[in-house]
Every structure is written in C-alpha cells, then in structure tokens.
T-cell receptor, first 110, second 114 residues
Framework: RKEVEQDPGPFNVPEGATVAFNCTYS??????FFWYRQDCRKEPKLLMS???SGNEDGRFTAQLNRASQYISLLIRDSKLSDSATYLC???????????FGAGTRLFVKA | SQTIHQWPATLVQPVGSPLSLECTVE??????LYWYRQAAGRGLQLLFY??????ISSEVPQNLSASRPQDRQFILSSKKLLLSDSGFYLC?????????????FGSGTRLTVV
C-alpha cells in the first residue's frame, strides 16, 4: 500500500461544478496535512493546510479524518483557472519525512 | 519575506557530463532544505534533505550528491549524468522551528540528458 494515495484522475468538470478529491494515508503518526496545487510545468504551490476541525478558504474546503486516515478537498463553483494537478501532502513528526501523493489532475471546461 | 531561488531554469546536458544545480533561500535562518525530482507525469521523489550546514541525508541511492556549504545554500551535483537523470528538479525549504509549516518550492530546473 502506498503511503499516500489519491483518487486516480483526470477529473473533467464543467465550470461551476463542485468537485471533491480524496486522499488516504497509511502512517497513523502523521502530524500535518496539506493540499498543493501544481500547474503544468511549474512548481507545486501550497493551496491550504488541513486542520483537524476542517477549514475553508473561499471556494475551497479541506477536511481531515484522523480515525479513517483520510483527507479531502472540495472545490465549489469551479473556475477554468482551477485546472491543475492537486497534490495531497502528509508530513510526519519532526518535519523530515514528508510524503507527496502522485496528484489528481483536474480539467475545468467552459 | 522569504524567497527561494533556483537556477538554471532549463538545462540540456550530454550523458556523462557533470551537473551542478544551486538553490538559495532568503529571509530566513536555519531552514530545512530539500531536493526533489519529478519525472514526466509522475509524483515527487525526495532525493536529499538537510537540517543544517554540512548535514545531508540521502533518500535514494544514485549517482547524485548534495551539499550545503552555507546555511541558505543547497547544491545538487553529479559527476556523470545518466539518461535516467532527466526530470524536473525542485528545491524546497521549510522552517525548522514550527511544526505544521508547509514547503515552499523554487521554480525548478528542467533537466534533459541527451
């Protein structure tokens, strides 16, 4: 089993749609969780951290379920500019062992 | 504010040639530094990380090496490149002080070994 697994992609959605990405992790001792966005041929950029109580940033909502070792990202009212690859990131205690998921590709179409 | 610089942006090198990629961070002290590689259409592979000057940990045995001659400088090297070394190389930093702090990546070097 991979340490971090994400939904296989690509996701093709129309503008205005709501789309959800899921991610599971295998190490129950994981401490910090993030979602990154990577545009084609660019570096990954931090989209948002994921907190135990869940958190929202505009159209983006992240959820963490420690019992199920599951993270999610919800994008509401999708825009064309949301097209990118979304990476789930899990960080262990001490900060050195950080695992990046392989990413889920999202295409938002007009 | 903190910034991370990585160069060159693109590089085409023949097989067997040496490699040196440089990364510097500004606006912070004692960062944790990382080198990642991303093959085309693949996820990120951690190559090296460093928690201080001269301290390097290798995650994957290969013909690459890393050095940290100064607190905010991280260098990736190879004496002889292989075709399989082609990829997108990313330097990243994170704070060594706070837990729960994400990584910030440099803009990357796209290496093609021919």
């Amino acid at each position: 089993r991979k340490e971090v697994e994400q939904d296989p992609g690509p996701f093709n959605v129309p503008e205005g749609a709501t789309v959800a990405f899921n991610c599971t992790y295998s190490n129950s001792a994981s401490q910090s969780f993030f979602w990154y966005r990577q545009d084609c041929r660019k570096e990954p950029k931090l989209l948002m951290s994921v907190y135990s109580s869940g958190n929202e940033d505009g159209r983006f909502t992240a959820q963490l379920n420690r019992a199920s070792q599951y993270i999610s990202l919800l994008i509401r009212d999708s825009k064309l500019s949301d097209s990118a690859t979304y990476l789930c990131v899990v960080k262990g205690s001490g900060g050195f062992k950080t695992i990046f998921g392989a990413g889920t590709r999202l295409f938002v179409k007009a | 504010s903190q910034t991370i610089h990585q160069w060159p942006a693109t590089l085409v090198q023949p097989v067997g040639s040496p490699l040196s990629l440089e990364c510097t961070v500004e606006g912070t002290s004692n960062p944790n530094l990382y080198w990642y590689r991303q093959a085309a259409g693949r996820g990120l592979q951690l190559l090296f990380y460093s928690v201080g000057i001269g301290q390097i940990s290798s995650e994957v045995p290969q013909n690459l090496s890393a050095s940290r001659p100064q607190d905010r400088q991280f260098i990736l090297s190879s004496k002889k490149l292989l075709l399989s070394d082609s990829g997108f190389y990313l330097c990243a930093w994170t704070t060594s002080i706070r837990e729960g702090y994400g990584y910030t990546f440099g803009s990357g070097t796209r290496l093609t070994v021919v």
